[in-house]
């Protein structure tokens, strides 16, 4: 089945610093990369996804990149602030419209201090 | 926004007593999820359920778990027997599906959780 590894597993920037969490993935049908935030005792909330045919996809400080052959994909936060601290979660799964389970990665707790 | 609903947001229970967690999926969503989250660990994939049917299950869904779409909006998780380790904070989760467009049929939405303690 999918495995997925997540490094680093804490990070610590300075605000207004980039963040940058990578992911790797075994399982070359995964086609979609979600990229999901959990605050402490809060739901996972999706933050940005990317899809097998495009290589990389921005929505205002935050991007994401994917690459296929190499089965990674990584999150980019610009110009980091301290409600960006978080746990942030990467996951694979085998999207086609239908219920395909997400495997996710073990976590990255990013610390952001002023 | 509609949001996925969990109730109750915390249950404490006995070993070897049974418990019933209750999810409100988003309403034109088409597939439905249970997840786990060990404490300070990942969330781990249950099942999926649509149709009325199981789609998938991992191996940590034994017989001791089930679930049920008893009417057209709730979606239960029953452990028969509970056990030490089935402590922790379980997640349902939703997507569209095949009936949303190319960018939000795999997407899937959370609910808050609720958080099992077995004692």
């Known amino acids: 089945g999918e495995n997925v590894e997540q490094h680093p597993s804490t990070l610590s920037v300075q605000e207004g610093d980039s963040a940058v969490i990578k992911c790797t993935y075994s399982d070359s049908a995964s086609n979609y990369f979600p990229w999901y935030k959990q605050e402490l005792g809060k739901r996972p909330q999706l933050i940005i996804d990317i899809r097998s045919n495009v290589g990389e996809k921005k929505d205002q400080r935050i991007a994401v990149t994917l690459n296929k052959t190499a089965k990674h994909f990584s999150l980019h936060i610009t110009e980091t602030q301290p409600e960006d601290s978080a746990v942030y979660f990467c996951?694979?799964?085998?999207?086609?419209?239908?219920?395909?389970?997400?495997?996710f990665g073990t976590g990255t707790r990013l610390q952001v201090t002023l | 926004e509609p949001e996925v609903t969990q109730t109750p947001s915390h249950q404490v229970t006995q070993m070897g007593q049974e418990v019933i967690l209750r999810c409100v999926p988003i309403s034109n969503h088409l597939y439905f999820y249970w997840y786990r989250q060990i404490l300070g660990q990942k969330v781990e994939f249950l099942v999926s359920?649509?149709?009325?049917?199981?789609?998938?299950k991992s191996e940590i869904f034994d017989d001791q778990f089930s679930v049920e779409r008893p009417d057209g909006s709730n979606f239960t998780l029953k452990i028969r027997s509970t056990k030490l380790e089935d402590s922790a904070m379980y997640f349902c989760?939703?997507?569209?599906?095949?009936?949303?467009?190319?960018?939000?049929?795999?997407?899937?939405?959370f609910g808050p959780g609720t958080r099992l303690t077995v004692l």
């Open positions: 989760a939703s997507s569209e599906g095949l009936a949303g467009g190319p960018s939000t049929r795999d997407t899937q939405y």
């Open positions: 359920f649509y149709n009325n049917e199981i789609s998938e």
């Open positions: 996951a694979a799964s085998i999207g086609a419209g239908t219920a395909s389970k997400l495997t």
